[in-house]
């Protein structure tokens, strides 16, 4: 049995979801980089906000590089119609209203706290309820992925 291909995408390229939230500093790039890390390049994730600021929030930083995240190479960008377009899913986090629409692309809301301005405790919760919807996500996405374990497992501190 063959495993269905995502619309928008052929066997040999890899579904692309786009993470999008207003200032692209907080919940679009914990998807992000949670995304990337569990999907192994079986698919390519993009963060992007309709309001970009100017970093990434440094209380997410803080807890992500905590849990063995790189985010050295995270920088708010604006979402584009085309980066919409490039991608078979768009889920928004906050900004739903503010997103370009493009026929033929999924939308998702995922309501999801801000993690700005949080304490440690905070931030980890929202990234515990991004790192459960990312990883529902990517089985949806790719049936046949083995996800690794959650980053959330391996480390408590």
Request: aromatic share 4%; net charge negative.
């Amino acid at each position: 049995m063959t495993t269905p291909v995502p619309p928008g995408t052929t066997p040999t390229t890899p579904p692309q979801v786009v993470f999008a939230c207003v200032r692209n500093g907080g919940r679009s790039v914990i998807s992000r980089v949670l995304a990337e890390h569990y999907a192994g390049g079986r698919v390519v994730a993009r963060s992007a906000g309709t309001q970009p600021g100017e970093h990434v929030h440094p209380e997410v930083v803080a807890v992500l590089e905590a849990l063995g995240l790189d985010t050295s190479a995270e920088q708010p960008t604006l979402l584009t119609r085309e980066t919409i377009a490039a991608s078979t899913t768009a889920i928004t986090l906050g900004c739903g209203e503010e997103c370009p629409y493009v026929p033929g692309v999924r939308y998702v809301d995922w309501p999801v706290a801000d993690p700005g301005g949080q304490d440690e405790a905070g931030v980890r919760a929202v990234v515990a309820d991004l790192d459960a919807r990312v990883r529902a996500l990517l089985v949806e996405l790719v049936p046949d992925l083995a996800l690794p374990p959650s980053v959330l497992d391996a480390r408590t501190s």
